[in-house]
Each structure stands twice: as structure tokens, then as C-alpha cells.
């Protein structure tokens, strides 16, 4: 998601409902998460939860892309444990019913 968004200001709603942007945005973030089931994917790659078993960054990587057009998301670490996976994307459009194009991370 962005920190600059313009095209969720109440005054880019026609008939505004106050608070009506803050609906949309999170129903977009829902929307997104759902099409990005980072566990299944990982599970899919035979990487699983294991107190012995290891993976490279690379697995990871490759198995993650496979949800995201070929695009390798951010993944961030605790420790040795994966605690995280960020997905990035470019918007063309408005936020709230534009396009959301897979993006390499950052």
C-alpha cells in the first residue's frame, strides 16, 4: 500500500459517506491478501515449519514468485525464522478500482 493517495481524498467521492474511503482501502487490502496465500505456496514448494529443516533465499523466492506474475516479494526474517513477505505492486488508476500490476520488491 502507499503513503500518498489521492484518489481516495473524500472530495474524489461523489455522494461521500464519511469514512467511506477507509472501507474501500481495506476491502482492497483484503481483496489482495487473498490472492496471495504465501503459506500455501511455500507448502506447495515443500517448504514447511521445521525446527531442522532449512531453506535458501532462493527457494523462497522462486516458490513466492509463483503467486505474483514472476515477481519475488521482500522477505524479511526473525532471527532464522521467515516472519514475513511483503508483495509489492504499481496501481495504474485509482486505488480504490484500478489496476494492480505485480511489481519486483524494493
Avoid at 484518489?7 to 461523489?14: A, D, K, L, M, N
Avoid at 483484503?30 to 517448504?47: E, G
Amino acid at each position: 500500500t502507499g503513503t500518498c493517495i489521492n484518489t481516495i481524498e473524500p472530495t474524489c467521492y461523489t455522494d461521500y459517506t464519511p469514512q467511506e474511503e477507509v472501507v474501500d482501502y481495506l476491502q482492497k487490502a483484503v481483496d489482495l491478501f487473498k490472492t496471495l496465500d504465501t503459506y500455501k505456496a511455500l507448502a506447495a514448494a515443500n517448504i514447511t515449519p521445521s525446527s531442522s529443516a532449512t531453506y535458501t533465499l532462493d527457494e523462497i523466492h522462486s516458490a513466492l514468485s509463483d503467486i505474483h506474475d514472476g515477481f519475488a516479494p521482500y522477505v524479511g526474517c526473525d532471527g532464522d525464522n521467515l516472519n514475513e513477505a511483503w508483495y509489492f505492486y504499481y496501481v495504474r488508476g485509482n486505488l480504490i478500482t484500478g489496476d494492480f500490476d505485480p511489481a519486483e520488491k524494493r
